[in-house]
């Protein structure tokens, strides 16, 4: 397999992200092959935390084996029948309200009990990348570091990267996909995440119209207000999370992003 398969015999690519693309493989399974500058590593992380979210029993993709085409890591998953959340939600507007109400139903119900899970304490992850984070001047940086010594732990199972493209629709509930970011700790920590990730879409990116953005923003209202009335209390402590959180997605470099990025941070001094 590592030798035989060559990456034109998989066909166009089903969809790509900003760390390998999606094929077609054999039946009842999708292949995501990174970009050659990741190595076996990579896959090998990703496996392990796949494996360990199947095995809390939670509804997800299994995981396969790792395979090399054209030189390239790949790792196997079961195929999910549907949809994207995010790509329907740009051929269906009209389902925004409901769709961030699924959101905050999904999210939850993976935060209302403790789960023993073999992925990193989320408070090590954040403070890895703070501290990683070019982009962060140094007194934004030790009010970070500051700030998250104060945070409390937290023993909920998060998902680091939650948001309409990582929702799979179609099942008979949805799935979530993509957990190379999980991680052990404060699930109000993991809701700030994606309030960050909503509102620079929002503040950032420029594919979006004056509609599409007005209609985020009805949907980061309306999966705030849906998630707290299922889990309340906690507000001020997401408050406390998002420039926290805001600081340690300054390790991505996500062009475009460092402005805001920072502007949020800024809110520790």
Known sequence: MRNQ????????PLAFGGTAEIYDWKPGWVLKLYFDRFETGMADYEHRIAAAICATGLLVPAVGEIVHVDGRVGLLYQRCAGMQMGEDLARHPWRLVSYAITLAKLHA????????????????SLELRIRDAKPLPENLRAAALKALETMPDGDRLCHGDFHPGNVMLGQPEPVIIDWIDASFGSPLADVARTSILVQGMIEVEPQFSRFQRFGLRLMHVVYLRRYFQLRPDGFDEYRRWLPIVAAARLNENVPGWDAFLLAQAGKLL
Do not use: E, F
């Not at 398969?5 to 166009?12: A, E, P, T, V």
């Not at 119900?109 to 090590?124: E, F, S, Y």
């Open 5 to 12: 398969i060559k990456i034109r015999d998989l066909g166009k």
């Open 109 to 124: 119900k993976m935060h209302n009990q403790p789960i023993q899970a073999d992925v990193p304490r989320l408070r090590h």
